[in-house]
């Protein structure tokens, strides 16, 4: 009887535990119409508009100053701008479009917190703020205008219509620094519109305030490179197909037909993935974290390919093949030709000196590790510090200004602190 | 409304080994359990890791009056322990449902040295008032529900010489716990029950450094031998 009692209320305490686990949602609620051109936003207004801006109305949810900057995805000969804002509370940022419809200068669109799952719609009018008085910006500013940005945010998918005022204070910090999305973006935990090393975060990272990507590469069972982070197929990447086991028991033709990510992407090849960042994307820098067994050649064999395609596109672009573990280091050193394969070392100073790789990248965990990071850097090499999240430690890193660059799930943080810092 | 008559038979109202059920012992009693706790980790956090981070628990407690006693209680991985000390009201409202309320001020300790992995330490002071409802299924068999409230008092965490803090109060999230507490084998009892978690931070698992400002779920499976 009391075993009866026991068993029942397990049974009962277990159902109740399992089906209340919650759900999260996020979703995007903007439907970009990615029409190529700037409108009435020419380079010129552009680059004005970049800056840091203080933040009078809006600021309780956003903080109390935000950076600009525009960026863009090609397709082909025809462009599309977006601008970003980054505004360092909570991971948030908004994404915005050009509204060519309007008789201003307008962008719309949508802001998210990676943090948790606040989202919501957006716009804006850039305006000139002359003798007080705000007034149509036409890009022609008199001494003592400023710019504004003068709009309207909401929560959920409701029309915006709480007021939101962006005023220019200085330009972005100019010094060199990779900002560096992890997953190709950012990961599909935190609920954004495109799955982890997907093409479409992929061409989203930058919107995201990342300069540059890092990748996992697996191997496919007929040798295909593609990206994939977990060991194996599971409901956390994957939408239910009832695949299981490693991607390497299948071949890259039975991933393409029966697997689909989270938000419905295939996953991609390393190709198709290498292709994108220089045909369509402004990233200058991708870090391939080598999760493959077996041989580097093939890795190999397209990262210089297609560090030879940015070459001849005028890009300058850098792709490294990063080494996280002995095994990997293996597999470099049993390359044929290891001329032209710039590596990334994630192991100690002394391995990464035996290497002669041009990148250290230690755990963040590790603390600044000031002295190792400042001989590292005096023998010529960069320094990137990876997956740093925590927005305390984000500031701080950047503030004693030693690290070259920062891999982060949420680079809209990064993007914020390194542009704002003086 | 306590039922008076009950508490004037207070005294004579049968007291069976327990830790969890809201009973207070008879003042200047002690009881003491030991035993593990196992902390499932959420995906969230570990993704396709799944983990079931057992913890040495034990917990002790004296009577102080008929209806007050004061709780400590001591988690450890060895490399992260967690003490809390605290103090619960307990009465009877009959000879079979027992109720109390109680606080718990926990202070918690992590560190990881791991050469070229980790250089990092944390600690922090947690609160968690909380109410129980007991019932005696038979004279030897009891059940309780505890619902708690989890309050960040104070955090602090260091990666090599950097250092961060977040002071002051903050509600991190809520618990519920069940228990069984029943005779075991000849004069030994156990406590054995779940402890459902929703909470933005979870000591045990500081070092994932999570920044998610989400609840996520943390399931606790409890089994404890009553000393």
Known sequence: MKRAWFYLLLGVVSTIALSCRTEYEAPVPYDFSDKPGSGRFTPAIRNTVNGVYAVSEGADRFGDQVALRWTYTHDGADTVHSLSIFSGVGAGFFSLEINQQADSLAVSGFWRKLVNEDTGLARFTLKAKRNGQLQPYTGQSLEGDTLVLDGYYDTGTGSPQQKMTLTYVRPLNPEPFEVIAHRGGGRTSDLLSASENSLRIIRLASRLGAHGVELDVQYTRDSVPVLYHDNKLNLRLVQKNGLSGTINQYTYQQLKTFVRLINGEEIPTLEQALQTIVENTALDFVWLDSKFDGPMARVQALQQRYNERARQAGRNVRIVIGLPSTEAIAAYQGLANKANTPILCELDTATTRGLGANIWAPRWTLGPQTEEVNAMKAEGRSVFVWTLDETQFIERFIGEGKFNGILSNYSPVVAYYHYTAQ | ?227
């Open chain 2, 1 to 227: 409304m306590l039922s008076r008559q009950a508490v004037a038979q207070e005294d004579t109202i049968n007291r069976q080994p327990a830790i969890y059920f809201p009973q207070a012992p008879v003042p200047g009693e002690w009881r003491m359990s030991l035993g593990a706790v196992f902390t499932s980790t959420p995906p969230e956090l570990t993704e396709e890791i799944r983990l079931a981070l057992p913890a040495i628990d034990f917990n002790i407690q004296k009577g102080v009056s008929r209806q007050f006693f004061l709780t400590g209680r001591v988690q450890t991985q060895f490399l992260q322990s967690n003490l809390a000390l605290g103090a619960r009201w307990a009465r009877p409202i009959n000879n079979r449902w027992f109720v109390a309320v109680g606080d718990d001020f926990a202070g918690w300790f992590g560190t990881l040295q791991i050469k070229n992995v980790f250089d990092s330490e944390a600690y922090g002071l947690q609160n968690f008032p909380h109410a129980s409802l007991g019932y005696r299924l038979t004279r030897e068999l009891q059940i309780s529900a505890r619902a708690e409230a989890i309050l960040d008092v104070y955090y602090r965490s260091a990666a090599g010489a950097l250092v961060v803090e977040t002071p002051g109060w903050r509600g991190n999230g809520f618990a519920f716990t069940f228990m069984l507490e029943q005779p075991f084998y000849k004069q030994q009892h156990v406590s054995i029950g779940l402890r459902a978690a929703y909470s933005r931070f979870n000591w045990q698992f500081w070092s994932l450094y999570s920044t998610f400002d989400r609840s996520l779920f943390y399931p606790q499976l409890l089994f404890n031998f009553i000393l």
